[in-house]
């Protein structure tokens, strides 16, 4: 990769420190965010038109009080519901929403709560996004761990009781490559009955393989639907071309992936206009692949490391709390995830009304989850975290929390027979 030689530097050549600062400040030093690379594999697939003209067409200012009401009062969501529950006109119904979401958890998946927990495996990048502890510009340690590495990390883990993992790397073909999160499907699938990856963005015969590797789901975020943004937040990498990573989880379901995720980060740009294409996304895909397991994230920017200045812009709590309602409301039987980006109470409230599933005993930095989950000194190095997160409970405390609180925590719900 043409940025690679950035990527394991404790400081930037003076040729590196220009090349950056031309990224910055001159626009026609990119590439073309909406032009495939070659490798890329093309879909043609009308997902994007449809989500897309619903996004740029919003205008939440337009919706009314009265327009939330009718929304509340209709059996099923429409789009123009969604679009109502998701404006400015519908945080006094807040609590309505979240009565209406509540029913509507209850009807579709009970008083269960799914528990997992990521392990990253390797925080080399060849990206340069502006808001990510990883992007190759920036001064962290760099770390990849072995299959002997990984495999101590996932018996660490799966000691604790914990059934789901999501293996997450840095996005760096050259470091990470398909072959070699294959091999980490292939061992958690030793320990694991549910295995999730939240990789770079490949193509159909490659998901393919990973999924014969022992993978069943792919999580992928947008991070925003909002292609000027978009252009300006991803400045180097693959990651830049936003088409061909909007088509990624349709990519993952042709290769034969059980289940797909997707999120937008909200506060990078309009977060109505993002939570609406996202959940748009899972609408039209839930229409075409209706075998699938769709599901949603919804993390919100959160600190990382040499950039203590990025925080979430305009979205609070509330807000978060409207747009997660509305998920629930319009797509009644996706999967919810609220991550530990958010605070223990904030999680254990949202969980009774709308979110099914909940990451714990978190860690996303690289080889430290003994020293996380048993107290001893790790051997070896550790790689720096993507970024910080707010709720560190582990395993078996997000366990008791949720029973204690009338739920039902769920450890796997799929068997291979």
């Known amino acids: 990769m043409e940025n690679q030689f950035f ?3 404790e400081y930037l050549s003076p040729e590196a420190l220009a090349k950056k600062h031309r990224l910055e400040t001159d626009p026609s030093s990119r590439k073309n965010h909406m032009e495939y690379l070659p490798g890329m594999e093309k879909i043609h697939s009308d997902v994007c038109r449809s ?19 009718t929304a509340l009062e209709h059996t099923v969501c429409s789009i123009e519901d969604f679009k109502a529950l998701l404006s400015p006109a519908a945080e006094p119904f807040l609590e309505e929403m979240a009565r209406r979401a509540r029913l509507e958890t209850s009807r579709h998946f009970g008083n269960t709560v799914y528990l997992f927990t990521p392990l990253y495996i390797a925080n080399y990048c060849e990206n340069y996004c502006v808001y990510c502890g990883f992007n190759c510009y920036n001064h962290i340690h760099r770390m990849k761990l072995t299959m002997e590495q990984i495999e101590h990390e996932m018996q660490v883990i799966a000691d604790s009781g914990m059934e789901e993992i999501l293996i997450l790397t840095g996005e760096s073909r050259t470091q990470s490559s398909v072959r070699y999160i294959g091999e980490a499907c292939r061992l958690a699938r030793k320990y694991f009955r549910m295995v999730g990856l939240e990789i770079y963005p490949v193509n159909t015969d490659e998901y393919r393989y990973l999924h014969t590797c022992g993978a069943d789901y792919v999580t992928v975020f947008q991070e925003t639907y909002d292609t000027d943004r978009y252009e300006a937040l991803h400045l180097l990498g693959h990651k830049r071309v936003w088409p061909y990573r909007f088509d990624a989880q349709e990519r993952a379901l042709m290769g034969g992936m059980r289940g797909v995720a997707f999120s937008a980060l909200l506060g990078l740009s309009d977060f109505r206009k993002d939570a609406l294409a996202t959940a748009l996304h899972v609408y039209y895909l839930q229409r075409k692949y209706p075998q699938a397991e769709m599901s949603l994230s919804c993390p919100r920017l959160r600190p990382i490391i040499n950039n203590d200045k990025i925080n979430p812009r305009d979205v609070g709590e509330k807000q978060l709390c409207q747009i997660i309602c509305a998920y629930r409301i319009f797509l009644p039987f996706a999967g919810i995830t609220v991550s530990s980006r958010e605070s223990a109470r904030f999680r254990d409230g949202i969980v009774k009304i709308a979110a099914t599933k909940v990451s714990a005993g978190v860690s996303t930095g690289i080889g430290d989850h003994e020293s996380k989950y048993t107290g ?3 051997d070896g190095a ?3 975290e993507q970024f910080e997160i707010n709720d560190s409970r582990s395993f078996g405390e997000m366990y008791a929390d949720m029973a204690d609180k009338g739920l039902q925590p769920v450890l796997n719900d799929y068997l291979y027979v």
């Open 7 to 9: 990527v394991d530097s």
């Open 376 to 378: 001893k000194q790790a």
């Open 51 to 69: 989500v897309m003209e619903h996004m740029n067409a919003y205008d939440c200012t337009r919706y009314t009080a009265k327009d939330v009401q």
């Open 382 to 384: 550790q790689g720096d």
